[in-house]
């Protein structure tokens, strides 16, 4: 059965080592300040005029003073170019990988979107559709049963790692171990409580949820 707690209803964090185990949510676009935009021909081959170039959001769209011409992205033979995006912007960032060293209180939630190949065979601009998602995996529990639970705990999850816009997870080697305790709350069958406990670099496999009840 399944669980999903959140602050609201446990006041008491996830927690190791006593820090807030995860970022505040943002599902809003304008409330990022900036975006980073990096442009390939291929896998390795960087356009230079689109190497971690910053953009900022207008609503749903993505501007920038004096944005590069159509005629300078197409360079020599280039067939296509692939647009990556994320948000908030890096500026040190050097390719499409994001690194991920904690989980806690000062995490950062991070979006990031991948366009289509777009084809250079024409002479005019195109508009890029860029999807933006949240890179981290969300863990939320929905109680499958009515119950009141004592203790949530979660090991073997990864501290860190590195996003590659595109492909997803590579987790590093640091992994932790979280536990919620020291109160109660009772939960009713199919209740869907709210926000995710916590928000981890890595694709959900190998840990291990321990869940407490006293009914």
Not at 14 to 33: C, D, P
Not at 101 to 130: F, H, R
Not at 136 to 164: M, P, R, V
Request: with cysteine; aromatic share 10%; proline share 4%.
């Amino acid at each position: 059965d399944n669980f999903e707690i959140t602050e609201d209803d446990w006041p008491l964090d996830m927690t190791s080592e006593g820090e807030q185990t995860r970022a505040t949510l943002n599902n809003i676009l304008g409330n990022y300040s900036s975006v980073g935009v990096f442009g390939y021909y291929g896998n390795d081959d960087i356009c230079d005029i689109l190497k971690n170039s910053q953009y900022t959001f207008d609503g749903d769209e993505m501007v920038k003073d004096n944005p590069p011409r159509w005629s300078t992205v197409k360079q020599g033979n280039k067939e296509t170019i692939t647009i990556y995006a994320y948000a908030p912007y890096i500026r040190d960032l050097l390719s499409n990988n994001i690194e991920i060293s904690d989980i806690n209180n000062s995490q950062i939630d991070y979006i990031a979107a991948v366009s289509n190949p777009i084809s250079l065979s024409g002479n005019t601009y195109v508009s890029v559709e860029l999807p933006f998602e949240h890179i981290y995996t969300a863990i939320q529990l929905k109680a499958g049963f009515d119950c009141t639970i004592t203790e949530i705990s979660i090991s073997n999850i990864a501290t860190s790692g590195t996003y590659t816009i595109g492909s997803g997870w590579s987790s590093g080697t640091n992994t932790g171990n979280y536990t919620l305790s020291g109160q109660s709350l009772t939960v009713s069958a199919g209740t869907n409580i709210g926000e995710p406990i916590l928000m981890i670099p890595q694709v959900l496999t190998g840990s291990v949820l321990t869940i407490e009840t006293t009914d």
